[in-house]
């Protein structure tokens, strides 16, 4: 699905040759300021390389509209954006962005019941906890149905049983829907367990 070639960005990575698959879970770990969180901005086109190629479904990446990029390659970062508003009106904006008819409210219900938000869809969303906020990201993305999943560390704001429950429940989901998942994570738990494809950043190198 993404092919890396001879990529290089600033001081932060070199990768000589990378390999996404697609119908996939790819976890990506590493230490601190490894270039991790910049690798899924090179693939989602908020960065750009310095030099080399990046390929998506065998198209230049340079070549692809952004705005189109990103309605099929989404990516959710460490800490989500949340608008002012009600919980059903913040996982409707994901639709919208999308360019997809508003989700109704069993199906809102429905994601919220995977990452395990048991909340009105009518509440105030910037009233949530910080792992609450995480998690009515998460049901966003579900709700856009993309066919990749960028994720930065999605599960750093829940708590070890939240996390293992939430994630095992979206990786289910996403499989149903045919997806592909990208991850970084800094639990080699978590990437043991759901990663499929592994993929060690240190050093800057792969």
Not at 2 to 8: A, P, T, W
Not at 96 to 101: A, D, I, Q, T, Y
């Given at each position: 699905?993404?092919?890396?070639?001879?990529?290089?960005?600033?001081?932060?990575?070199?990768?000589?040759?990378?390999?996404?698959?697609?119908?996939?879970?790819?976890?990506?770990?590493?230490?601190?300021?490894?270039?991790?969180?910049?690798?899924?901005?090179?693939?989602?086109?908020?960065?750009?390389?310095?030099?080399?190629?990046?390929?998506?479904?065998?198209?230049?990446?340079?070549?692809?509209?952004?705005?189109?990029?990103?309605?099929?390659?989404?990516?959710?970062?460490?800490?989500?954006?949340?608008?002012?508003?009600?919980?059903?009106?913040?996982?409707?904006?994901?639709?919208?962005?999308?360019?997809?008819?508003?989700?109704?409210?069993?199906?809102?219900?429905?994601?919220?019941?995977?990452?395990?938000?048991?909340?009105?869809?009518?509440?105030?969303?910037?009233?949530?906890?910080?792992?609450?906020?995480?998690?009515?990201a998460l049901a966003r993305v579900l709700l856009m149905n993309p066919a990749v999943y960028l994720l930065d560390e999605p599960s750093s704001a829940l708590d070890e049983q939240?996390?293992?429950?939430?994630?095992?429940?979206?990786?289910?989901?996403?499989?149903?829907?045919?997806?592909?998942?990208?991850?970084?994570?800094?639990?080699?738990?978590?990437?043991?367990?759901?990663?499929?494809?592994?993929?060690?950043?240190?050093?800057?190198?792969v």
């Amino acid at each position: 699905m993404f092919k890396l070639e001879n990529v290089h960005y600033r001081s932060i990575l070199q990768i000589h040759h990378m390999v996404f698959e697609s119908d996939r879970v790819t976890c990506i770990v590493g230490e601190s300021g490894a270039g991790k969180s910049t690798l899924l901005k090179l693939l989602n086109k908020m960065a750009i390389p310095d030099s080399g190629d990046i390929y998506f479904k065998g198209e230049l990446l340079c070549n692809r509209d952004p705005i189109k990029h990103r309605r099929e390659v989404v990516m959710l970062p460490q800490t989500p954006l949340i608008f002012p508003g009600t919980i059903a009106e913040n996982l409707q904006l994901g639709r919208l962005f999308s360019e997809k008819e508003a989700a109704a409210q069993d199906e809102l219900k429905r994601v919220l019941d995977i990452v395990c938000l048991s909340k009105s869809v009518d509440e105030d969303a910037e009233d949530l906890s910080g792992g609450e906020k995480q998690r009515l990201a998460l049901a966003r993305v579900l709700l856009m149905n993309p066919a990749v999943y960028l994720l930065d560390e999605p599960s750093s704001a829940l708590d070890e049983q939240t996390e293992k429950t939430v994630i095992k429940q979206f990786i289910n989901e996403v499989r149903r829907q045919g997806g592909t998942i990208i991850m970084v994570t800094h639990s080699n738990n978590l990437a043991n367990q759901y990663g499929e494809h592994v993929i060690t950043i240190k050093k800057k190198k792969v």
